[in-house]
């Protein structure tokens, strides 16, 4: 039987400087792919081009505006939130590991991965 009560949605929360909470969706598989290509590894004190920033940020902004509360950013909002490229790396490397951990979460719950059961 496949019950799929266990895949619960889950939601990557932002809370803003004024106190405002988004909760960014996972992203459909493609534009996971494209936001990936585009990251890649960002690395403190590493350089960015002008167009490599420019890439970046768009997939921040199809990230943000992947959200539960159907708000629709733009490229100025989001600039304005990841304002230094130590915030910009951070957004990346913790959305990256909630991506993780909800991945694992899911594949440990899945019934083709559970530990069969002993009988007798």
Not at 8 to 26: A, E, P, W
């Amino acid at each position: 039987m496949l019950d799929l009560s266990i895949y619960q949605r889950k939601y990557f929360d932002i809370t803003f400087s004024d106190g405002r909470v988004v909760h960014l969706n996972v992203p459909t598989r493609t534009d996971l792919k494209k936001v990936m290509a585009v990251t890649g590894e960002l690395e403190e004190g590493q350089e960015v081009d002008e167009e490599r920033a420019d890439s970046i940020f768009d997939a921040a902004l199809l990230l943000f505006n992947c959200n539960k509360e159907k708000i629709v950013f733009t490229l100025k909002e989001v600039e304005d939130i990841l304002f230094d490229w130590e915030l910009v790396s951070l957004f990346f490397t913790e959305y990256y590991a909630w991506i993780q951990e909800n991945l694992n979460q899911k594949n440990s719950q899945s019934p083709t991965t559970r530990q069969p059961v002993e009988r007798g």
